[in-house]
């Protein structure tokens, strides 16, 4: 239920989660010092150039590989506001409807630097320079609902009546 | 209704989406805290038989960081008093200690916070990784929510040439599907060579099915579990078979005689090539552990190529049980000293470099032949450093020559 303005960090399939947070950094959940680590490995420059609002867009088989909420965590902490790829891995498609952050399913052509407009009340993507636009389906009902609730953890709160 | 095992497990048809209540839900001093954090945000008490807190991945502490990490979860452990508890010297990597312990067992519903949880699936358990805050909030509430995954059917008929493990099966598998080839899916394996294999490399089958992007990897237990549970399993349990026309999203054939020892070079479990057409790869480490082949007989194959040779010079050899278990096992058989007689370097159990924490950790420029389960860019170390995955066999061969090596092509 969201809209979101912002430049696009652009990266290829099967962007693994030891490539957005190399395992040397689990030593913190935090996701501010999390995110001074991420793409360390593959992208030094992402997190002294990330801004509030960037938008990262990824081929096929986005976070794939370990379990490490960590990986949601440092995107969210770098202020990323959305991930938009073509297919998720699934514990890192879980983790980020769990822990609040938005991830969009859909093919999208742009370079680095592109400025996307993301619409997921009406699930279109706007490329704001070319004006292509992009189709995209909503969450399955259950995930917008947890979603929507905030994350998993108010979401069981409410459902154990805490 | 005709339902798969992850079907009946789960209580939902593939697609579905559903909650449901976990027989377990373990988490590792690297997903703990987190896990511990939502537990309490959540606030209320958590339901402590089904919890398990095992330490494997930066312990014994391995800098000040992971040392203030791993003391604030014994802190969570000692505040609720959690029984099913593992320090590193009780225990080891913990998906090897959750089947040892008996919590893995056939019919199950088991989550973990750690991706390699699919282990289980080679006892017939629906199986597999989640985040921390789910397994906090699994801690509290006991249910979490599935999409019930459909299921790829993979037979392997006939009778597997020497040398040729679990691990083999599984890296040809996955050069052929592909890392996403799995994506969201579970495994069902059959087929005459899965049943004469032993219980290690059935798990070792199961162990990597995320490295295919599956969701578990499942065998439909026999006698062999049955009875490695017997004196083992915590409570009782129910085995779950596939029903007579269940509905498989995809069907893969292999056959077992065909099959070779082959390796996943770098930077993908999937980029596979048999070893012997690798011969020329030099290598600086072979590294013999974690949940995927860190088990005795791993320890027992590679011992046995090792006897009488010595490995390479230029290569250093490190070994690592995965379970105090395997370890004292190893002692007792006398193969820590064949691994140390033949110049390799022992280790205590732990995760280790498997995932680039200790133990092992590669210089930039070097590479490894590994018989752990990920070959990422800087997963064992420096950005510009490399993994080769293998079987122990193979993974014992190439550290006597200093190359990658077909273990059928040692004299
Ligand atoms: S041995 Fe490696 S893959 Fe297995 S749990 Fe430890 S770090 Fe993960």
Same mark, same amino acid.
């Not at chain 2, 807190?53 to 452990?77: C, F, G, T, W």
């Not at chain 2, 995809?250 to 930077?267: C, H, I, N, Q, R």
């Not at chain 2, 096992?329 to 193969?335: F, I, N, P, Q, T």
């Given at each position: ?22 395992? /040397? ?43 490490? /909420? ?29 822990? =609040? ?60 009546? !805490? | ?17 559903? /909650? ?24 209320? %008490?958590?339901? #402590?038989?089904?919890? !398990? ?19 604030? #979860? ?59 805050? /789910? ?13 019930? %995954? ?69 065998? %439909? ?22 029903? &007579? ?7 893969? &054939? ?6 070779? %020892? ?89 995760? =280790?470099?498997? #995932? ?5 950790? #590669? ?49």
């Amino acid at each position: 239920m969201a809209k979101f303005k912002g430049r696009v960090w652009r990266f290829g399939d099967n962007v693994d989660t030891d490539q957005i947070i190399p395992a /040397e950094y689990l030593t913190t959940g935090n996701p501010a010092e999390l995110a001074e680590h991420a793409f360390a490995k593959v992208r030094p420059n992402f997190p002294s150039e990330v801004r509030k609002g960037d938008i990262i867009v990824g081929g096929c088989n986005f976070g794939s590989g370990s379990s490490r /909420e960590h990986a949601p965590r440092a995107l969210m902490g770098a202020g990323i506001s959305c991930v938009v790829a073509g297919s998720f891995a699934r514990i890192f498609y879980r983790n980020s409807i769990n822990i =609040g952050l938005p991830l969009i399913q859909c093919v999208v052509d742009v370079e680095d630097g592109a400025v996307l407009e993301v619409d997921t009340d009406n699930g279109i993507i706007l490329d704001a320079d070319s004006g292509k636009e992009y189709g995209f389906s909503p969450l399955p009902a259950f995930l917008q609902e947890l979603f929507d609730a905030g994350g998993l953890v108010n979401y069981v709160k409410r459902k154990m009546g !805490v | 209704m005709s339902r798969t095992i992850s079907e009946k497990i789960l209580n939902g048809d593939a697609g579905e989406i559903v /909650e449901r209540e976990v027989d377990y839900v373990m988490v590792n001093d690297v997903t703990g805290v987190p896990a511990f954090e939502a537990l309490e945000e959540i606030g209320t %008490p958590p339901i #402590l038989e089904k919890i !398990v807190v095992i330490e494997d991945h930066y312990v014994p502490n391995k800098d000040i960081a992971s040392a203030m990490q791993a003391k604030r #979860l014994r802190d969570y452990v000692r505040k609720y008093n959690i029984k099913h508890y593992y320090p590193v010297e009780k225990g080891g990597v913990c998906h090897q200690l959750m089947i040892e312990e008996g919590f893995a067992a056939p019919g199950r519903l088991i989550i973990g916070a750690d991706s390699h949880t699919c282990s289980y699936g080679a006892l017939g358990a629906f199986a597999t990784g989640v985040g921390s805050t /789910e397994a906090g909030a699994a801690m509290a509430s006991g249910e979490i929510w599935f999409r019930v %995954p459909g299921t790829q059917k993979i037979t392997v008929e006939g009778t597997l040439p020497k040398f040729v493990m679990g691990k083999d099966i599984i890296l040809t598998l996955i050069g052929d599907i592909g890392v996403d080839g799995s994506l969201y899916a579970a495994h069902e394996f059959y087929g005459s060579a899965i049943r004469a294999l032993n219980l290690s490399d059935r798990i070792t089958i199961s162990n990597m099915a995320i490295e295919a992007g599956g969701k578990a990897g499942i065998i %439909p237990p026999d006698d062999k579990v049955f009875s490695y549970l017997d004196n083992r399993v915590i409570g009782s349990y129910k085995p779950v078979y596939a029903d &007579e026309g269940a509905q498989y999203a995809d069907t893969f &054939e292999y056959d077992a005689g065909s099959l070779v %020892p082959m390796v996943a070079k770098p930077f993908l479990p999937s980029n596979t090539s048999p070893a012997s057409e690798l011969g020329g790869t030099a290598v600086d480490q072979a590294y013999l552990g974690s949940c995927t082949n860190g088990r005795i007989e791993d320890l027992r194959v590679a011992a046995q190529i090792l006897k009488g040779r010595r490995v390479h010079r230029d290569t250093r050899m490190i070994v690592v049980p995965a379970t105090r278990d395997v370890y004292m096992r190893a002692l007792d058989e006398g193969l820590i000293k064949a691994f140390i007689e033949a110049g390799a370097y022992i280790s205590g159990q732990t995760c =280790g470099a498997c #995932l680039g924490g200790y133990m092992g950790v #590669l210089a930039e420029g070097e590479r490894c032949v590994s018989s752990t389960n990920r070959n990422f860019i800087g997963r064992m170390g420096h950005k510009d450093s490399e993994v080769y995955l293998a079987s122990p066999a193979t993974v014992a061969a190439s550290a006597v020559t200093g190359h990658i090596t077909d273990p059928n092509d040692l004299d």
